[in-house]
């Protein structure tokens, strides 16, 4: 599986996501800035966590209309898989490549914590290696991270199957409507999650419950 | 010309920021108040003279970046 | 040419006789421009003048230490060409004025000071001290310094995997924030400040000038806005986004051999850094303040010298190299300017609008500083057993102590920090020391901050003995080595002799224990006049220790992993209840003597102690400090989850002293049966002082002879729910 | 009543999301404009019908919570 990964100004989970490709696929991601208007040949685009533009204004607003956007659109539009974590998620529904979006968590403050969710979907490139039910844990680390959306939108996102991770029961961070943790869009080739899958590979930070959505994403992508 | 955008959340989405300074100011005794919602207004300095142009180069900005209408509503305000 | 009034002087903070000395040293009268750029180098933070004298007693020397004080932050040697770079810094003062912006800064000042020397930063700490939790503005405060450094450390992307927190009242008046920056170079690739040679560019990289940060006072003269006629405030907002673009380019810019040195703009911006970088290369600087990127119209030479505007970095490049800076600094989209060279004269020239507004040497500013030795008074040290109440309940006791607000859990605190961004912390805030891994290696490093500033209180030299050997042991509880400190010492006013003497005696305190333990200092703070209303805090000489571990799989934490492991304490308990938690909490008294601390015993039990957890024979372990024992066990029981039961092991020591004295130079560490047996024996060869007190049971409680026993779950609640709930009170700004 | 309260930097106080939205809006194309700040917008539902007592109260709300006066400045518009 060839793949890269975007960076954003003060994107800052850039190399996190690079480490964890490069360990589980053994191919070093392409860095991708975000000035440019063309992506290598690949198969998986990961939009990565941060704080690009700072945050300013709106998490992921700036980011939506860089350069690089116009080409991971085109790349999704063409079936290509992307896979946007935490900022990644933001920016993805700023281009409305998802829908959507993401508010102030409830209480306000940013949280940091490992959390549990349940993976509801394996009907999709990016959990087939998971059991439907399924529980993981996967640290949470972001401000903003509240799932919005009308009941119209949930309604059908929970009707075509497209909620893939939700926080398990009492443990939503931050307030996410119906515990929505990470969905996927019409065509099921763009996923986005709020929790840090990257950072959950290695037994020595704290599991390795990530690495079945990479190992996933490589059975089907290779 | 100096102009000024409010970006407001639309009704019915949900505003914890709000929310949460409503209870605060509760707290602190302030038994009045009901409702708060918080926005953002954004001044601009613009190079432009024309009242009109103005305006729908604002409502552009508004529309690609400024608001996000998923969720949000704008105003604009043209000042001297 | 303006004449200088008493009254600038005055606002300049400088005495008569400093004024006369710069009179000497300028041969004339200076300009309103250079009187500010003597105020702000002749300032106690900038000279360090009334500590410099006794500064020179710690010991900065060791075979694996590559910079000591006097640059930007100290390097060690940590082996296979790794070089670690650290430094603490305090931000107390803006931090008491506008609580979210002044931790913010503070955090981004540090980070710049490790980052211009070529480390990408890799972990963050904090040591914070606040008033009382009923002073009416704490937790205005609170709130406002933890969002402050979590919202400029989580935008940078580094963790912050540590710190440490009291309340006392003491800092009602003046809060302390104290931040600490860990990063990593190569050892070949080390930048520092000296500006050598002559003609060199001098260059200007990062966010605009404005008029941030200029002292209030100074400034009677222009400081009100016309439109508004509101009072310009002098509050320095942070803006973590350049910040952290700046982080990139400039190790961009690092990666090539352009520099020839480099310095970050922190206090007193411009004037400070130009001065400093000549000073070092033995060069003069000379500044066209027209090519400085400013953020506000009609600013004056004096308001570029002196604004402290964040995000800014000079640096003098080697000559011709100027392009393909620009080139970077330019793809990450900061402001470059060239705004000088680097001369042979020796002298710092400023110009403006094509005059000279300053023209001095540059010794005045740096070697013909002043340096006072204060005169000092060691008052006795606080001495005594104090009188408790036998008889009170231990585990009421036990469960009280470890919901009062010095001793809860802190995790409504780090849950506000990303501890786990950059993908190697391999141990996280709760434990004794925070470890990150070295990426792309075995290896890891150790922080932790430590001091007790009632122990110090009592007697500053134990105290701040105490504070290395805290740092120290905690260090060596995960199973590191540790190999160097970085210090700031928070004091209040230092021309009163009392208070000159508890820095004298702190100093002595941190000499003797860095040279006993081999832990170096290798850079430092001073914050000083800590003082409100002439009541000064308790002195708080905080310390900042990084260790190294070998191989980060072979780590102890605090949490029991196992059923029917026996608990081992090690190290001799004399239940010394003066100054302790207990006693604080439970009788409602701060007296007594503070608890001695013997170097000697702190290093062989350190040492034994590493040595098992590095052989792989031992994964459980934690110092013993606050609180004593009993809390000890208790935090060690929460953190896994598996209960224990333990009792006074056969001591004539009463219980209550037993369980909550706060002798110093223990551990205990939870071992399967027959590992414990060979270790005894090893600790008896060794002739350390040890006793086997109790085991871990499948109970999901906390057992001790003779006094019953209490859940875990109970303990929790009281552990967990302090902050939280004190937290959630509205509360005005 | 409602009231609608602007909370906005003070002159002279370096303002980075503004900063960073300008140099967006010049990224996107938009060259006209110049310097932007960005504030916050409060609206607020009020028990009061005395405007002068309800202007009181919010002006006490603003300084002791919803303006960070060391930084912040605030207007205070009453509606209906
Ligand atoms: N301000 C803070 N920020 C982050 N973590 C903190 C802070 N204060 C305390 N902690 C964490 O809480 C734990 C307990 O702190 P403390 O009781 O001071 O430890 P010790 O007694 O071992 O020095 C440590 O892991 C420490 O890093
Ligand atoms: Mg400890």
Known sequence: MKSAVVVFPASNCDRDAAVALQSLTGKKPHMVWHQESHLPEVDLVVLPGGFSYGDYLRCGAMASQSAVMRAVKAHADKGGAVLGICNGFQVLTETHMLPGALMRNADLKFVCRPVALEIEETQSLFTRKYEKGQRVHFPVAHGEGNYFADEETLDRLEGENRVVFRYADGDNPNGSARNIAGILNERRNVMALMPHPERVVDPLLGGTDGVGLFQSLIETLS | MKARVFVTLKNGVLDPQGKAIGHALNGLGFGAVGEVRQGKVIDIDLAESDAAKAKASLKDMCEKLLANTVIEKYEIELKA | MPTITQQQIKEHGLSGDEYKRILELMGREPSLVEL???????????????????????????????????????????????????????????????????????????????????????????????????????????????????????????????????????????????????????????????????????????????????????????????????????????????????????????????????????????????????????????????????????????????????????????????????????????????????TDTNRLVVRHKGETVADMPITALSDAAPVYERPYDRRAASVGVPQYDAKKPLLDSLARILGSPDMCSRRWIWEQYDYTVMADTVQRPGGDAAVVRVHNAKKGLAITTDVTPRYCKADPFEGAKQAVAEAYRNISAVGALPLAVTDNLNFGNPQKPEIMGEIVGAVDGIAEACRALDFPVIGGNCSLYNETNGEGIDPTPAIGGVGLMADVNRMATVAFKREDDVLMLIGDTRGRLGQSIYLREIEGREEGAAPPVDLAAEKKHGSFVRKLIEDGRVDTCHDLSDGGLLVALAEMALAGGIGAEAGVAGTTVDAIAFFFGEDQARYVIATPLDEANRIEQELRDAGIVHAIIGKTHAAKTLRIEGEGEVALSELRKAHEGWFPAYMAVAHEN
């Open chain 3, 36 to 342: 500010g750029i003597f105020s702000v180098m002749w300032s106690e933070h900038c000279s360090y003048k009334s500590t410099r004298f006794h500064l020179r007693r710690l010991p900065t020397k060791a075979p694996w230490v590559i910079q000591g004080p006097g640059e930007n932050a100290g390097v060690i040697d940590i082996g296979d060409g790794d070089a670690c770079i650290f430094k603490m810094e305090s931000h107390n003062h803006p931090s008491f004025i506008e609580p979210y912006q002044g931790a913010a800064t503070g955090v981004g000042g540090i980070m710049r000071n490790v980052f211009t020397m070529g480390a990408r930063p890799i972990a963050m700490m904090n040591a914070l001290r606040f008033g009382e939790p009923d002073h009416p503005k704490t937790r205005h405060l609170v709130e406002g310094v933890v969002r402050g450094i979590g919202g400029y450390g989580n935008c940078m992307g580094v963790p912050t995997v540590g710190g440490e927190v009291n309340f006392h009242r003491s800092y009602n008046g003046n809060i302390l924030v104290n931040a600490m920056c860990v990063g990593l170079a190569r050892t070949d690739k080390i930048f520092k400040s000296a500006a050598e040679g002559a003609g060199n560019p001098v260059v200007y990289i990062g966010s605009k000038t404005g008029r941030d940060g200029i002292h209030g006072a100074t400034m009677a003269s222009a400081e009100f806005d016309d439109a508004s006629e509101e009072k310009r405030p002098t509050v320095q907002v942070g803006d973590p986004f350049t910040e952290k673009l700046l982080l990139e380019a400039c190790l961009e810019l690092m990666a090539t051999d352009a520099i020839i040195a480099i310095q970050d703009m922190g206090a007193a911006g411009l004037t400070s850094s130009s001065a400093e970088m000549g000073d070092k290369g033995g060069s003069g600087i000379e500044l066209d303040l027209d090519h400085v990127p400013q953020r506000e119209t009609n600013m004056t030479a004096y308001e570029m010298m002196l604004s402290e505007s964040q995000e800014r970095m000079l640096a003098v490049l080697k000559p011709g190299r100027e392009k393909e800076a620009e080139a970077i600094f330019r793809k990450w989209e900061l402001d470059f300017a060239v705004i000088g060279h680097t």
